[in-house]
């Protein structure tokens, strides 16, 4: 696709249940970061993957939160036994690396609504 | 790792005006200043960045200056209009890496 893409853009959940959100990344970045942001907050760093060396999970709040990257592309953040706290918009970004420029392409980000 | 502080938080101008935000950085070794605006219930879009081997860069009305000697760098919007508003990120990468830390955000409201 043309941009950076995230799924689902909006997810109602109980407290206590399983989410999965998806984010597919330009064709050929090979950073894709996942940022958290809560109402009118900032961008919280969560996690950064960069080609095939180990994520660099260290904004992971907790270890209810997880992340993986699938074949360079694809990723999924999993976040356990949901809080209300997690309510917030899961952002996605991705950029190339290997040029002059480590600009990030964000996504339009899934919304999470923890009841 | 990078730490980036940034300020203020909040800025309001008026029509016409011009508005400043600073931002500082922990590691004398960054060498790339990228400034992203976020416009309500949008994405963080880049708008201009800086490189360490210049000290001034302009795109129309919005320009950032770069002191690395004092490791800060500033992000300058004359002739504000209300379309400027927005939240704006300041980031800078790690030494030796690519991977960016943002600050926390300025809430820059321009009023008619």
């Known amino acids: 696709g043309a941009g950076v893409s995230q799924s689902p853009s909006n997810k109602v959940t109980e407290k206590g249940k399983d989410v999965e959100l998806r984010c597919d990344p330009i064709?050929?970045?090979?950073?894709l970061y996942w940022y958290r942001q809560s109402l009118g907050q900032g961008l919280e760093f969560l996690i950064y993957?960069?080609?095939?060396?180990?994520?660099?999970k260290s904004g992971l709040p907790s270890d209810r939160f997880s992340a993986e990257r699938t074949g360079g592309s694809v990723s999924t953040l999993t976040i356990q036994r949901t809080q209300q706290e997690d309510s917030a918009v899961y952002l996605c970004?991705?950029?190339?690396?290997?040029?002059?420029?480590?600009?990030?392409?964000f996504g339009e980000g899934s919304r999470l609504t923890v009841l | 790792g990078e730490n980036v502080e940034q300020h203020p938080s909040t800025l309001s101008v008026q029509e016409g005006d011009s508005a400043v935000i600073k931002c500082t950085y922990s590691?004398?070794?960054?060498?790339?200043f990228p400034w992203y605006k976020q416009e309500l219930g949008k994405r963080p879009q880049l708008i201009i960045d800086?490189?360490?081997?210049?000290g001034e860069k302009k795109d129309q009305r919005i320009a950032v200056t770069l002191n690395k000697t004092a490791k800060h760098f500033s992000l300058h919007i004359t002739e504000t209009q209300p379309e400027d508003s927005a939240v704006y990120f300041c980031?800078?990468?790690?030494?030796?890496?690519?991977?960016?830390?943002f600050g926390k955000g300025t809430k820059l409201s321009v009023i008619p």
């Open positions: 590691d004398s070794a960054s060498n790339y």
């Open positions: 993957f960069q080609g095939n060396s180990a994520p660099d």
């Open positions: 800086i490189r360490s081997n210049v």
């Open positions: 980031a800078a990468p790690r030494a030796g890496s690519y991977q960016l830390t």
């Open positions: 970004a991705s950029s190339f690396e290997g040029g002059d420029t480590g600009e990030l392409f």
């Open positions: 064709s050929g970045h090979t950073a």
